[in-house]
């Protein structure tokens, strides 16, 4: 590598370092998984013209294009201008690319534009998240998935956000099949029972998956015209402590979560390890050093919570520890 390029600048514009000196990937975002067929086009003719014609498609849903000279990158910004334009994410200057590497993709399931278990559209979820977070040099990964099924693994990031639905009841026009009460017994959690000829909804235990809804040959079980949401918190992969996230908060509302995604944002500022590489530190390590209840204190600031919100006052973590097992 040329001794002129600034590694820690290419880093922040959303180039990836490789292996081999002065090569590198240029790293494209595309919250929510979702994009005009337009951007594999030109996807493909930066590849062509600027690196070795291979792309790959990253787990976080957007795209890394390989053998980048990294000498390359002022030309590859101007070029990645149209797709920045049409994925629609956050940008500081035009032809400059992107302004930081921190926060990541926004990922999603395919959500009810496609899939029938969906209880909310995750791409436009995942899009507005991504405008209200990004551009951020903090290390966050947020998933959004349609249901329970939990297709997006969202309980493996910083904020996992679970599609509910509250089940409406038409009594009028169950033919009583019990076949909402089958697919709860062998796909859920059994949430539903028969009695007096009529379906009885459980409603502490019932999770809002909307199994039953999608079950009903008659209709007699429609999802609610509000979405809710489940908030799970501080899931992540890595070397120290791997784990899945806890539930904090169940029947929540969009604009609620999204306000506390964004307050957490200052609660790292505020309790970020300040020797951590490149600011770059998962925010359950963060929680772990500074305390939940302080972290909750700064999350819930301005949060006015629905009355149906179920809100988890302790939470703790598990996982798996590599540290105590190789001592």
Known sequence: MSLDINTKKLKKNAFRVSKQRGIGASRIRVPGGYCDARVLGMVQ???QEYGNGMVHITTRQGFEIEGIRLEDMEAINKKLQPIIDIVGTNQE???SGYPASGTR?????????????ANYNTSNLARRIDKEIFPNDLHFKVACTGCSNDCAKARMHDFGIIGQTMPQYDATRCVSCKACIKGCNQLSVGAL???NYKIVRNTEKCIGCGVCVTKCPTRA???????????SIMGRTGKKNPRLG??????????NIVKII???????EKYIDPAAPGRKEHIGYIIDRAGFETFAEYALKDVELLPETIVKK????????????NS
Request: glycine share 4%; hydrophobic share 35%; with cysteine.
């Open 45 to 47: 003719d930066i590849a």
């Open 93 to 95: 200057e035009k032809e």
């Open 193 to 195: 029972s028969f009695e």
């Open 246 to 255: 806890q539930d904090w908060l169940i029947w929540a509302d969009e604009d």
């Open 105 to 117: 993709n926004i990922q999603a399931c395919i959500g009810n534009n496609v899939c029938p278990f």
């Open 221 to 231: 079980w429609t999802r609610s015209e509000k979405k809710y949401y489940k908030l």
């Open 314 to 325: 302790r939470l703790y973590w598990g996982g798996i520890h590599f540290a105590d097992q």
């Open 262 to 268: 964004k307050n957490t944002y200052e609660f790292c």
